[in-house]
Nanobody, 114 residues
Framework: QVQLMESGGGLVQAGGSLRLSCAASGRIFSFNAMGWYRQAPGKQRELVAL???????TYSDSVKGRFTISGDNAKNTVYLQMNSLKPEDTAVYYCYADGARGYWGQGTHVTVSA
């Protein structure tokens, strides 16, 4: 059993910053990639950023230049530094890990006020 524990969400004003963390625990052998998805009210879940075990990163166009994903393989932890936040970034952010199968965290709320 693999558990993903997210932290770092909250309320911030537009232009502000937040840092999300996701720590994996349990029966971990190795992940091909870890990352973040988000789901805003009334919208589908979408990819935000992904980092592979080799350090290759992928970002959605909407966050490029503002968000940075990083990872610590030894700790099975992934981070998402979010800068220049906009109200449209408001969503529940989910941690994702690609291993023997896909694993999801419970989600952490990020609210950006105008």
């Amino acid at each position: 059993q693999v558990q993903l524990m997210e932290s770092g969400g909250g309320l911030v004003q537009a232009g502000g910053s937040l840092r999300l963390s996701c720590a994996a625990s349990g029966r971990i052998f190795s992940f091909n990639a870890m990352g973040w998805y988000r789901q805003a009210p009334g919208k589908q879940r979408e990819l935000v950023a992904l980092i592979t075990s080799h350090g290759r990163t992928t970002y959605s166009d909407s966050v490029k230049g503002r968000f940075t994903i990083s990872g610590d393989n030894a700790k099975n932890t992934v981070y998402l530094q979010m800068n220049s936040l906009k109200p449209e970034d408001t969503a529940v952010y989910y941690c994702y890990a690609d291993g023997a199968r896909g694993y999801w965290g419970q989600g952490t709320h990020v609210t950006v006020s105008a």
